[in-house]
């Protein structure tokens, strides 16, 4: 090889002196990306409708305060639903079929803890002022968001309370160890700052009733469920048999009786094994008695979980038959039953197994077997002039009278927290419409601002927030770029040993750090919205994304936009759409 083969090649490149943006490549389009924020599954389960993608995407950032707010845009109590809830949302969360669902719930409770810890005051004040007045009977769940709402879209709200301590269920059904006082206390407290005043040990009758209706343009009904169900046997009212909501609020009032021996326990819902655990902690041993089978019950699976690890006993397919006293000690009969196929919530349809019986002597029985209205007042009509019935309440708004509006357990298929709170928010702005539009406008407005198809109603939505802008289309798994994330494992919730916490009404879940929750709320895919990823900037070989201040606004200049679709294929939450050119 001579020199000169040996000599390196001269390398030559190419350069213009002349812009190149007369050659407008968007011309060539035939399909138009945009940017279109859509609507998440859990926020559509969510009965409060949160916007939980934009609260997990806050919370990521470190954003409390703004993430705390948010919720209290569609939800005034994130410190009860925090602890309390069934979260249905958890059960839709797109992240689910990847590695497992986020503890949303966890981080509305962390989020609600870190408000009070650190003192934050909500901006979200009075819209404007009507002549309007409400009166709102019943300090329930139900009751109080109605109120939250109402005085936050201007009205003057009086809330009437016949107990001495507002809260309902919240107050005097859910146990300490569950929801502590204090968190409840700090989100009713809320409520004086909006204006709303509260009025215990005001008992509401039939004639109270009417004069309420005088003095206020619409009463909201919120009384909630106040009474178990009878069993319908004999001997239920011997000595030694109780409510056991009635339970249940004694020891909340204070009282702490010492129950040793067996306590048996009618039922298999929520209210059955809180009975259960705080017999348990009152130094004695449950035991559930529920017809049906352990998954056929209504209970949240974990709560019922951590009632057997402290010790209390299940018995299943057990329907009770009778009650006697027998030396000072309850024989209590039960009929044992089996299953024959599923009814129509596909739970197992039970039938009598023969004439099986089993007898369990106890010191005392409780039935908590479910629970009604205690007046039949409280119940809303079913037909009536002027009656317009909605998916979580119902109201009565004869012309020329005063308007009755009802919500919570009387008006709702499932009996909780979240959904009383929904028919709060929901009879509020039925009333808000109905004052400012007229009735017959009423479904029409609740459908514009229902969270993707309903029913769950957005706040924001309504009075005109950036919200309103996200399309009603779900995001679906499919949909979501799941080469952007990682599989990471859940939070694990810490709590109290079994050994702690069978021995005190001490809260059973243990706070959270901030970095923990930082990890977990980073876990959400944030499905629907932009996050400012900026996977559309980078991957655009037009470079027609534009970004304004901090990577805020971005728009697409449509004159070098080819229409590729890169950018929407490489969105990991589907927030963009591609469309035919237009």
Known sequence: MNREQGRAEALFMPRSFTTTESNLTGSWRYMRPRFEEKTAPCSTACPAGEDIPRIEMLTTQGAFREAW?????????????????????????????????????????????????????????????WKERIAVVGAGPAGLAAASFLARLGYVVHVFES???????????????????????????RLAGLGVEIRTDCRIDPSGLE???????????????????????????????????????????????????????????????DVARTVVRLGGRAVIAYRRRR????????????????????????????IERRDGKLAVTFRRMKISGEDADGRGRIVP???????????????????????????????ETGLIKLSHSILVAPEGRPVRAYGGDAT?????????????????????????????????????????????????????????????????????????????????????????RSRSFSEIDLKISAGLAIREAGRCFNCGICNGCDNCYLFCPDVSIARGHEGEDRRINYDYCKGCGLCVVECPRNAMTLEGKS
């Open 69 to 129: 707010e948010t919720i209290l845009m569609e939800n005034p109590f994130p410190a009860v639903c925090g602890r309390v809830c069934f979260h249905p949302c958890e059960g839709s969360c797109n992240r689910r079929g990847f590695d497992s669902a986020v503890a949303i719930h966890t981080m509305e409770r962390f989020l609600a803890d870190s408000a009070l810890r650190n003192g934050f005051r909500s901006d979200l004040g009075k819209l404007q002022s």
């Open 163 to 189: 107990l001495p301590e507002p809260g309902g269920i919240l107050r005097w059904g859910i146990p300490a160890y569950r929801l502590p006082p204090s968190a409840l206390q700090h989100e009713i407290a």
């Open 211 to 273: 004069a309420l209706e005088r003095d206020y343009d619409a009463v909201f009904l919120g009384c909630g469920f106040g009474k178990d169900r009878p069993l319908g046997i004999p001997g239920e009212r011997e000595e030694g048999v109780e409510d056991g909501l009635a339970f249940l609020s004694r020891i909340r009032g204070g009282a702490s009786p010492r129950l040793e021996g067996v306590s048996v326990v009618v039922g298999g819902g929520n209210s059955a094994v």
């Open 295 to 322: 998954q056929d019950m209504p209970a949240f699976d974990e709560e019922l979980q951590m009632a057997l690890e402290e010790g209390i006993e299940l018995q299943e397919l057990l329907a009770p038959a009778g």
């Open 353 to 383: 197994d023969g004439e099986a019986k089993l007898e369990i002597e106890a010191d005392r029985l409780f039935t908590a077997a479910g629970a009604g209205v205690a007046e039949d007042w409280h119940r809303p009509p079913q037909e």
């Open 412 to 500: 709702n298929d499932v009996q909780m927290v979240v959904t009383a709170v929904a028919s709060g928010k929901q009879a509020a702005l039925a009333l808000d419409v109905l004052f400012r539009e007229g009735p017959a406008a009423i479904r029409e407005r609740l459908a514009a601002c229902a969270v993707g198809p309903g029913p769950s109603l957005s706040m924001e939505i309504y009075t005109g927030g950036p919200r309103k802008l996200r399309t009603r289309h779900v995001v679906l798994p499919e949909e979501i770029n799941t080469d952007y994330f990682a599989f990471e494992p859940r939070i694990t919730q810490p709590r109290l040993l079994v050994e702690e």
